[in-house]
């Protein structure tokens, strides 16, 4: 009974390098929600994505930053060119079916840019 | 765009003591209203929800009320225990849509 699940748990980039997180959904949920949380900050909403459609990216900076969730495999959000102010935690979150209730949230990535 | 206040920002209680935190929402169109509380490194986990043809519900120690006229929600928390120490979100959901949660109570239950 597999849930959320997110790598790297923790990830050190330099400024200027990619980084990715994945996030594999619990079985049978086809939406996926990517939040940030900053140390001692709430939840942010960055992206809302189906299987192959971005549905919500209202959150999510438009330079650097993308997310991808594909028919096959995991949902990825990819930064480019990290900066220090991108270190956070970056959670992933899951539904069923359109969000009309509870989130599924995995462990979290955490990003340490140096 | 919506939004979500939350308040107080931190609480500190005396284990046995209750523990309120409130929530307003701004889009009269959210219907679903839950609570999630994290531990520290932890992922947020739900801990109560209320949809909005519901004004109160209960679990155990924990309850949440609903006002949809002023758009109010709260949780409350009765007989603390230093367990129930975390950080406390609300939310609010219009079907479809992205949840929104507030900024977060950290809430200390001292012993």
């Known amino acids: 009974n597999a849930g959320v699940m997110q790598n790297p748990r923790h990830l050190v980039r330099r400024r200027g390098q990619e980084a990715r997180l994945r996030c594999s959904p619990v079985?049978?949920?086809?939406?996926v929600y990517w939040y940030r949380q900053l140390p001692e900050e709430g939840l942010k909403f960055m992206v809302y994505?189906?299987?192959?459609?971005?549905?919500?990216e209202s959150g999510m900076p438009k330079e650097r930053f993308s997310a991808e969730f594909p028919k096959e495999g995991p949902s990825i959000l990819r930064i480019q060119q990290v900066v220090r102010g991108d270190s956070a935690a970056y959670f992933c979150?899951?539904?069923?079916?359109?969000?009309?209730?509870?989130?599924?949230f995995g462990e979290g990535s955490r990003l340490t840019v140096l | 765009g919506e939004n979500v206040e939350q308040h107080p920002s931190t609480l500190s209680v005396q284990e046995g003591d209750s523990a309120v935190i409130k929530c307003t929402y701004s889009?009269?169109?959210?219907?679903?209203f839950p609570w999630y509380k994290q531990e520290l490194g932890k992922r947020p986990q739900l801990i109560i929800d209320?949809?909005?043809?519901?004004g109160e519900k209960k679990d155990q120690r924990i309850a949440v009320t609903l006002n949809k006229t002023a758009k109010h929600f709260s949780l409350h928390i009765t007989e603390t225990q230093p367990e129930d120490s975390a950080v406390y979100f609300c939310?609010?959901?219009?079907?479809?849509?992205?949840?929104?949660f507030g900024a977060g109570t950290r809430l200390f239950v001292k012993a």
């Open positions: 979150a899951s539904s069923l079916q359109e969000n009309t209730g509870e989130l599924f």
């Open positions: 079985k049978g949920h086809s939406h």
């Open positions: 994505l189906q299987k192959e459609n971005i549905i919500d």
């Open positions: 889009d009269s169109a959210s219907n679903y």
């Open positions: 209320i949809r909005s043809n519901v």
């Open positions: 939310a609010a959901l219009r079907a479809g849509f992205k949840t929104i």
